[in-house]
């Protein structure tokens, strides 16, 4: 059974830090760009992060560079999003996603295997 299951979601402070995993099961990740998707209420779902299949190339949205960190262990299968500095503005459900982009790395329609998402609320 494929499956991507993201954890390491919760509640923090602003300016604090959370590391989310993305571990995959059933299939191998080595040959997928992953990238991180996040929603909060009342928006739509837009790209965080991604990373390239050997982890050689990352983007990041203008909202997070600096602050987030995307990173890829291929034998553990699994994909990470260090994110520090957070802010209220951070608060949302975070999804992972396996795909192989070819026109646009942050759009939902080019990744075909998703997890079902980890809250990150940030409050004080």
């Known amino acids: 059974q494929v499956q991507l299951v993201e954890s390491g979601g919760g509640l923090v402070q602003p300016g604090g830090s959370l590391r989310l995993s993305c571990a995959a099961s059933g299939f191998t990740l080595d040959y997928y760009v992953i990238g991180w998707f996040r929603q909060a209420p009342g928006k739509e779902r837009e790209g965080v992060s991604c990373?390239?299949?050997?982890?050689?190339?990352?983007n990041y949205a203008d909202s997070v560079k600096g602050r987030f960190t995307i990173s890829r262990d291929n034998a553990k299968n699994t994909v990470y999003l260090q994110m520090n500095s957070l802010k209220p503005e951070d608060t949302a459900v975070y999804y992972c996603?396996?795909?192989?982009?070819?026109?646009?790395?942050?759009?939902?329609?080019?990744?075909?295997?998703w997890g079902q998402g980890t809250q990150v609320t940030v409050s004080s």
């Open positions: 996603a396996a795909g192989r982009p070819m026109v646009d790395v942050f759009s939902d329609y080019e990744y075909a295997f």
């Open positions: 990373v390239s299949s050997l982890g050689e190339s990352t």
